[in-house]
């Protein structure tokens, strides 16, 4: 089974971190792909480029081998859609494996303004991350998704190469991209929100507004 779990990484934090670790074990794989999107078509300019935001999660990932960092969105000119990459990585992976993308329950509220997202359940299966905030509108397009391809168990993923949709509920690590970005121009420190080893590196290239002395 092929998992892929996407975002802007910006920067990756140990929030993302755990919630990789934690699908290797509850989707009982040996390893989870995390998938930084170059341009991402729902939000405006990132904090840091696309090969920084490499940097960082590679550094962040050294050691562990359940964590895989995919670039193929970063080396693909223009805007990241999900239907694309997963059309790709079907290729690659053949008709028949496996393949699980997953998304928060925030990201999946919208997912029916997503580019091809009718496509989307003919390409892989969808494990939707429960997130605080308000739950799924009864009468959307995603909650009815969730009503007519759920299953309970995932190890049901493995029976079929897509089309399923799995909620998870793993203990989440209140911890945002967005608070660490504050936090860092603020000239506060992010340290033990992010890997120390990430840290070093925002500090050394002065990214987010960090000055290489300072943020103590
Ligand atoms: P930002 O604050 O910039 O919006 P973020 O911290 O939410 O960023 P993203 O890169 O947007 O991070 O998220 C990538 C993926 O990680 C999304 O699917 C998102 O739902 C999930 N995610 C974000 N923060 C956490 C967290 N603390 N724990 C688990 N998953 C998270």
């Known amino acids: 089974m092929h998992v892929i779990y996407g975002g802007t990484f910006d920067p990756i934090h140990h929030g993302h971190l755990r919630l990789a670790v934690e699908l290797c074990d509850r989707l009982e794989v040996a390893r989870v792909s995390l998938v930084p999107c170059h341009i991402p078509p729902h939000r405006g300019d990132t904090g ?7 940097k960082l999660m590679e550094l962040a990932v050294r050691g562990e081998p359940r964590l895989h960092i995919d670039d193929r969105e970063l080396r693909r000119a223009g805007a990241s859609y999900t239907a694309d990459t997963l059309r790709q990585l079907r290729e ?8 699980v993308m997953v998304v928060g329950t925030d990201a999946f509220a919208g997912f029916d303004r997503w580019r091809e997202w009718e496509r989307i359940p003919e390409l892989g299966h969808i494990v939707v991350v ?10 959307s397009a995603p909650a009815m998704l969730l009503a007519s ?5 995932a190890a049901s993923l493995r029976h079929s190469p897509a ?3 799995l909620e998870l509920d793993p203990p989440l690590l209140d911890i945002s991209a967005t608070g660490i970005r504050d936090r860092i121009a603020d000239g506060r420190s992010p ?4 890997p120390d080893s990430v840290w070093d590196e925002i500090r050394r290239q002065g ?8 943020n103590f």
């Open 191 to 194: 340290r033990y929100l992010i």
């Open 149 to 153: 391809r759920g299953v309970e168990e």
């Open 207 to 214: 990214l987010y507004g960090a000055c290489p002395d300072g």
């Open 92 to 99: 690659e992976l053949g008709p028949d494996h496996p393949l």
């Open 48 to 54: 840091a480029s696309a090969s920084q935001r490499l």
């Open 163 to 165: 089309g399923c949709v």
């Open 130 to 139: 429960r997130r605080p905030g308000p739950a799924l509108d009864p009468g």
